[in-house]
T-cell receptor, first 114, second 113 residues
Framework: LAKTTQPISMDSYEGQEVNITCSHNNIATNDYITWYQQFPSQGPRFIIQ???TKVTNEVASLFIPADRKSSTLSLPRVSLSDTAVYYCLVGDRPTTSGTYKYIFGTGTRLKVLA | ETGVTQTPRHLVMGMTNKKSLKCEQH?????MYWYKQSAKKPLELMFVYNFKEQTENNSVPSRFSPECPNSSHLFLHLHTLQPEDSALYLC????????????FGPGTRLTVL
């Protein structure tokens, strides 16, 4: 299973762009990179997923270099409501069933200040 | 609303009690998951069900007993728990063989006295 490493916490101010980098040196060829957001006492919520280069949706962008050993989640113009824990995940598929399985790390606690 | 519901949202039980957590997904998915999230610890995957068959048991103690009667419902039966089992228990579902998105329920906050 590929392990991920990301900063424990980050602070930002409203209106700024926030970039959270995740390291996954042992990523496998078939693995996708997925980011989730979690608010206190709630389940995680999918933000974005990518395999290589750049992916953008209405919420965030995901930048993945050619070697795929790291990725960067970019949140444009954050607001106070973006204060949450952000998880970088690299999945692994058990060979017996094909069900996709994630290992969650400690995540990055983002605090957005006014 | 994610399409995954969990009941109860809060549960307090003694160590000798037997209780069950319920999860229901309205998304037509065929894979369901139980996770445990303790204070200041990462989410821990407990069980995975794929088409009602258990495909993963991450060395979970037998005092936790999952049940998946169909692809839409998942239960976690609890008995003789310990105080250290107090945590947020999260259910999730996904479409089997589809990379990525798991949809999580709001969780059940369990306190074991």
């Amino acid at each position: 299973l590929a392990k991920t490493t990301q900063p424990i916490s980050m602070d930002s101010y409203e209106g700024q762009e926030v970039n959270i980098t995740c390291s996954h040196n042992n990523i496998a060829t078939n693995d996708y990179i997925t980011w989730y957001q979690q608010f206190p006492s709630q389940g995680p919520r999918f933000i974005i997923q990518g395999y290589k280069t750049k992916v953008t949706n209405e919420v965030a962008s995901l930048f993945i270099p050619a070697d795929r050993k790291s990725s960067t989640l970019s949140l444009p113009r954050v607001s106070l409501s973006d204060t949450a824990v952000y998880y970088c995940l690299v999945g692994d598929r058990p060979t017996t069933s094909g069900t996709y399985k994630y290992i969650f790390g400690t995540g990055t606690r983002l605090k957005v200040l006014a | 609303e994610t399409g995954v519901t969990q009941t109860p949202r809060h549960l307090v039980m003694g160590m000798t009690n037997k209780k069950s957590l319920k999860c229901e997904q309205h998304l037509g998915h065929n894979a369901m998951y139980w996770y445990k999230q303790s204070a200041k610890k990462p989410l821990e995957l407990m069980f995975v069900y794929n088409f009602k068959e258990q495909t993963e048991n991450n060395s979970v103690p037998s005092r936790f007993s999952p049940e998946c009667p169909n692809s839409s419902h998942l239960f976690l039966h609890l008995h003789t728990l310990q105080p250290e089992d107090s945590a947020l228990y999260l259910c999730a579902s996904s479409q089997e063989r589809r990379e990525g998105e798991q949809f999580f329920g709001p969780g059940t906050r369990l306190t074991v006295l």
